[in-house]
C-alpha cells in the first residue's frame, strides 16, 4: 500500500501503541484508517450525516468477518462486514439507511482510481482477518499442555498436586 498517512484528518488520536498502516479518504469528509491492531471509519460534515460533530467506528480486525467493494458505473463504496450487523445493499444515491455515506461501517467511493485504493485496502483487512484467525486457533497438542503446566510447576505458580491432576485430565486417566 502507498504511505497516505497525510490523509489523517486533524484530531484523528489513536493509542501510542498502534500504528497506521493505511489511511484512505473516501468521497465525502470519510476516511478508512487501518492500524496494526484495528480499523477505523471517521465521517464529519453534512454529506455523512453530521450537521456538527462526527462519528468514529471502530473494530479489532478479530471482530470483522469481511471487507468489500460494490461499484457500478462512475461510483461505489467501501463496506465493512461483522457479526450482528446486516448488510443491505446501498446506492450512493440514497438516503437513510441505504445511504453509504450514513452507513456507519461505509466509506463512498467515486472513480476508478480510488477504486482500485480501497480494493487493495480491502485485500490487506481480509488477510488481517485470515491472519488473526490462522494465529489464534492453532490447536496445541496435549504434550505442549502438560510442557505448559510443567513450566508453571517449576516457577512455583501451581502445586505438584494441581500439575498432576491436570496432567490426568489431559491424559484421559
Not at 113 to 130: G, S, V
Request: glycine share 6%.
Amino acid at each position: 500500500m502507498e504511505n497516505t498517512i497525510e490523509l489523517l484528518p486533524k484530531n484523528f488520536n489513536i493509542s501510542k501503541d498502534e500504528t497506521v498502516l493505511i489511511c484512505l479518504k473516501g468521497t465525502n469528509k470519510e476516511w478508512l484508517i487501518c492500524t496494526d491492531k484495528k480499523l477505523y471509519i471517521l465521517k464529519r460534515g453534512f454529506m455523512t450525516g453530521h450537521l456538527a460533530g462526527d462519528s468514529n467506528f471502530q473494530m479489532p480486525y478479530k471482530n470483522i468477518t469481511g471487507a468489500h467493494t460494490d461499484y457500478h458505473l462512475l461510483t461505489g463504496y467501501f463496506e465493512v462486514s461483522t457479526g450482528g450487523m446486516q448488510n443491505v445493499q446501498k446506492n450512493y444515491w440514497a438516503q437513510g439507511q441505504n445511504s453509504p455515506q450514513q452507513s456507519p461501517n461505509c466509506v463512498t467511493i467515486a472513480g476508478k482510481p480510488m477504486l482500485e485504493k480501497f480494493r487493495d485496502a480491502c485485500h490487506f483487512i481480509n488477510q488481517k482477518i485470515t491472519e488473526f484467525a490462522t494465529s489464534n486457533n492453532t490447536p496445541t497438542s496435549v504434550a505442549d499442555e502438560i510442557k505448559k503446566y510443567k513450566s508453571l510447576l517449576d516457577d512455583g505458580v501451581i502445586t505438584q498436586e494441581e500439575f498432576s491432576a491436570k496432567k490426568k485430565q489431559l491424559l484421559g486417566i
